[in-house]
């Protein structure tokens, strides 16, 4: 196992212990079956994730590590990122304290359907990552770039947001909580004006992307939007 790897996997368990915290300790019980089975879900798809960029395309891997607020060009999306952070920590908070106060609000069939659904962004999230090496942690054009129009990018303009935005809203039902709702359709909105900007970026930067925007019409959500 190469240093990077293992690095990848030990950044990996601090992800889903950081989750964990983020669920349990609002709910203050560890008999949260909904919980157990997400993380589960969550870091073994993210598991799968990143075997495959660190053995199929490690430029990407790399580039997936330079993420985070503070690595943001424009202070408009350092605030940005700020606020989806703590968008997805309350995500998480909220449905803990929900399986705290009032129980299980969503019946078990409805949880493993929202399961389902993040299984589902998961794919699709892997399968923009498959198609596009460029597809960086933060908004910036590499040298040699092309415009990617291939694969889940032939659906919509975002491929990997779309997945997001699948995997957000499904999150806090899968953990049981509808009010962790309220911060997972925040934190879309977030990511709808994320997108906005960086496509304004990308026509002004990147050769070729402005034709494509005529050619794919929908940003985010196929055939709406």
Known sequence: MSNQFRTAVA????VALFVGLLIFVPAWSLDYWEAWLYLLLFSGSMGLIRWYLHTHDPALAARRKIIGPKLETEKSQQIIQSIGGALICAIFIVSGIEHRVHGSAVSPAVVLAADGLVLVAMVIVFCTFRENSFAGGTVRIEAEQPVISSGPYGWVRH????GCVIGFLATPVALGSL???LPAALKCATLAVRLLYEED???RNLAGYEAYCKQVRCRLVPLLW
């Open 11 to 14: 950044g990996l368990a601090r």
């Open 159 to 162: 491929p990997m947001y779309f």
């Open 179 to 181: 009010w962790g709702l």
């Open 201 to 203: 970026y990308l026509k």
